[in-house]
């Protein structure tokens, strides 16, 4: 099955996920993160996944959780991988002979390196810029999100419609490489 993957990075409330959203009415799309199982375990440590936990003390809390795990059995690569592949054996749905695209949310420079290399020739790497410069970011995963030399850059500074309109030419890009 021929497949894309998105390796997609960018500061807090740049647009990633609106980006990502969009891209998803121009073809099928699965959005995923190396996050996502730490902010599952976050919760059970009292982490509530809200506004106040959007401060740069909750987003560090998550950095240095996710680097413990990177640490301790390179968790955060291993889960999103594993993922792709369950995804791939057993779609949820119909892709009806679209190319699925996996957007993978990364941070970290060697993580953003790891999943390059695991997937190879399929994979790309994208940054969105937002309106913020990232600004009051604590943590080194949110200071070092322009230490990596990313394969495409969205400029997310317009309106909804041309971000939209940016998801359609880049998803028609990235399937007819």
Known sequence: MNLRVVIINGTGASGKDTF???CGEHGSVYNLSTI????????VLGWRGDEHD????????LSDIKDSW???NN???????YRVARILADPIEELEGDIPVF???????????????????????????????????????????????YAYEVDNSGTLEELNEKARIFMQEILNV
Do not use: C, W
Request: charged share 30%.
């Open 103 to 149: 957007f993978i949310h990364a941070r970290e420079p060697e993580e953003i390196q790891k999943l390059k290399r695991h997937y190879g020739d399929i994979a790309v790497t994208l940054i969105v810029k937002g309106r913020d410069s990232g600004e009051g970011q604590t943590n080194h995963a949110d200071l070092n999100v322009d230490n990596y030399p």
């Open 54 to 61: 959007k401060s740069p003390e909750a987003r560090h809390f």
């Open 20 to 22: 990502v959203m969009y």
């Open 75 to 81: 968790g955060s690569f291993t889960d999103v991988t």
């Open 36 to 43: 996502d199982r730490v902010k599952e375990a976050a919760k």
């Open 70 to 72: 990177v640490r301790f």
